[in-house]
C-alpha cells in the first residue's frame, strides 16, 4: 500500500506548477514597463480593442519563427492577431460575435472532449447543441470526418425543412445588423495537437480536409492551440537526437495556404495563450485569424514573449501504467524521425476485469486521497450519443487523464502507486463477490 495517503495528490487538475511559471520574466517585463516614462501611463489605461500593437507586433514574429515551415513563406502579421483574456474567455468572445444560436445550427467538438469548453458553450446559448465527433482510430487521422461529414449534411438538411416549414428566412435572427458582419452556419471546436484529454495529434491530411469540410458548409473551425509549444523528445533517457522537427501545420496556416481562401474571414482560427506557458495567472492568450475576424476581438498584456517560455522537459517520468493499464494516447508521436512527447497529460485505459473509470476514481478520492479525471467528464454535454459511443466497446469510459505538470516527480510516483493500490483494492473486492460504491465527483 502507499506510504502516505494523507497528502491529497490531484493528478486531474490541468495547471502547470507554480515552480516552471514564469514569474521572474513577468516581473522583469512589469518592471521595466511601469518605470517607463512613455510605457507607464498607457499600460495603465485602457488600450486599443484589438490589444497592445507590440505584443501584437511580437507575438506575430514568436508564431512566424515557430511555425515557419507550415507557413511557407508567408508569416503571420500583427493585423491578424487579437490579445483575449485566455483561451477560454476568447472562446466565449468568438461565441458571443459569430455565432447565434438561433441560426449557428450546431457546435461540433471531437470526442474526448476538453471538458470545460462545454459549459462555456452552453452559456452562450447553445445548450442541446451541442454534437460530438469521435477521433477514431489510426485510419482517421484524429478525426472521424466521415462522420462530421454525415452529421453536417443530416443537421443542414434537417435545417433546410424547418426554414421552409416556418416560412422564415434562413438568416442570422440575434446576430444580426452591422455590429455582426459574419454568423456562420456551424462551429467546430478541436485541439489538433496533443489533444486535451487524449493527447492525440491531428494527421496532416486530416487537417487538410477539415478545412476543406470546414469551407463547404461555412463553419468556423477553433482550435486550441495551446499544447503545441509544450513538446519534447519522448525518450529522455538519452541517446536519442534532440533536435525536433516542425511542428504540426495549424489549420489557420493550412486555410490561409489553400486556393479559395476567404481573405476577410476564412474559416479558421487558432486560439492561443499564455495560461500554458507561463502561468493561468497571468490570464492573456491570443487569436490567429483571418484580419476580419481579428478585428473583433481582443484585450492588452505585454510581456516579451520568447523569453517568457519556460521548458517543461521531465514531466513524463513517472511509470503511469500498473496493472494492466495502457496508454492510450500519443505521447510517442512521431514525426519524422523523432519520438515527441507534448502537452501536460497522459491519457489511459483500463483493463476489461475492473469497472468504468467513473468508479475507479471514487474508489481513488475516497480511500487514497488521489483525485483522476475519468472518461466521462470529457463527454460532449447533451449529446446522447456521445454517451452511448463514451459507454460502448472500446469508449471513453474505461479511459482517464492524468495530469503530469502540477506535482514534482515524487508526488507523481506516489499518485501512480495509489492508483496501483486502487485497483489491486478493487480486484479483492470484486473477487469476494463486494459491491464497488461509487460516489459523485466534482470536476476541480
Not at 491578424?80 to 438561433?102: E, H, M, T, V, Y
Not at 502561468?279 to 487569436?287: L, Q, S
Not at 485505459?349 to 472518461?375: K, M, Q, Y
Request: aromatic share 8%; net charge negative.
Amino acid at each position: 500500500m502507499s506510504s502516505n495517503t494523507s497528502k491529497p495528490i490531484n493528478l486531474q487538475t490541468g495547471w502547470p506548477s507554480a515552480r516552471l511559471c514564469a514569474s521572474a520574466a513577468i516581473l522583469d517585463g512589469a518592471q521595466q514597463v511601469l518605470t517607463s516614462e512613455t510605457e507607464a501611463g498607457p499600460a495603465m489605461l485602457y488600450g486599443p480593442r484589438i490589444g497592445h500593437t507590440p505584443l501584437r507586433e511580437s507575438l506575430a514574429t514568436w508564431l512566424s519563427t515557430f511555425y515557419a515551415q507550415s507557413m511557407a513563406g508567408n508569416p503571420t502579421t500583427k493585423d491578424r492577431i487579437a490579445i483575449s483574456n485566455g483561451a477560454s474567455g476568447n472562446l466565449a468572445n468568438i461565441l458571443q460575435k459569430f455565432a447565434d444560436p438561433f441560426y449557428t445550427r450546431a457546435i461540433f467538438l471531437a470526442e474526448p472532449t476538453y471538458f470545460l469548453a462545454c459549459p462555456i458553450m452552453e452559456d452562450n446559448g447553445f445548450r442541446g447543441k451541442l454534437r460530438g465527433v469521435p477521433e477514431g482510430g489510426p485510419e482517421h487521422g484524429g478525426l472521424d470526418l466521415g462522420f462530421l461529414r454525415q452529421r453536417l449534411r443530416e443537421t443542414e438538411a434537417e435545417a433546410g425543412r424547418t426554414a421552409a416549414e416556418s416560412g422564415r428566412a434562413d438568416a442570422p435572427v440575434l446576430k444580426a445588423g452591422p455590429l455582426y458582419p459574419k454568423v456562420f452556419k456551424y462551429i467546430i471546436y478541436v485541439v489538433p495537437t496533443f489533444a486535451n484529454p487524449s493527447g492525440k495529434t491531428m494527421a496532416e491530411q486530416t487537417r487538410r480536409e477539415l478545412v476543406c469540410i470546414a469551407r463547404e458548409f461555412d463553419a468556423l473551425v477553433i482550435s486550441d492551440d495551446v499544447y503545441d509549444y509544450l513538446r519534447w523528445p519522448a525518450d529522455l533517457t538519452g541517446g536519442g537526437d534532440d533536435a525536433l522537427p516542425p511542428p504540426p501545420s495549424r489549420l489557420v496556416d493550412i486555410d490561409r495556404g489553400m486556393d479559395g481562401y476567404d481573405e476577410k474571414w476564412g474559416n479558421t482560427l487558432s486560439n492561443g495563450s499564455f495560461s500554458k506557458i507561463i502561468g493561468p495567472g497571468v490570464r492573456v492568450g491570443w487569436a490567429d485569424c483571418a484580419p476580419g475576424l481579428a478585428f473583433e476581438l481582443g484585450e492588452v498584456f505585454n510581456p516579451d514573449v520568447q523569453e517568457a517560455v519556460p521548458h517543461h522537459d521531465g514531466m513524463h517520468r513517472a511509470n503511469a501504467g500498473p496493472h494492466g493499464v495502457s496508454v492510450e494516447s500519443s505521447m510517442d508521436e512521431k514525426e519524422g524521425s523523432t519520438a515527441l512527447a507534448g502537452g501536460f497529460f497522459l491519457y489511459l485505459r483500463l483493463p476489461d476485469d475492473v469497472p468504468h473509470a467513473r468508479t475507479v476514481a471514487s474508489v481513488a478520492l475516497r480511500e487514497h486521497g488521489l483525485r483522476i479525471a475519468f472518461g466521462h467528464l470529457f463527454v460532449v454535454a447533451g449529446d446522447e450519443g456521445s454517451i452511448a459511443r463514451a459507454e460502448g466497446p472500446g469508449g471513453i469510459s474505461r479511459c482517464f487523464r492524468l495530469c503530469c505538470a502540477w506535482h514534482e516527480e515524487e508526488e507523481l510516483r506516489e499518485g501512480v502507486q495509489r492508483l496501483a493500490d486502487t485497483l489491486a483494492s478493487i480486484r479483492e473486492r470484486m473477487a469476494r463477490g463486494e459491491a464497488i460504491r461509487e460516489e459523485a465527483l466534482g470536476v476541480r
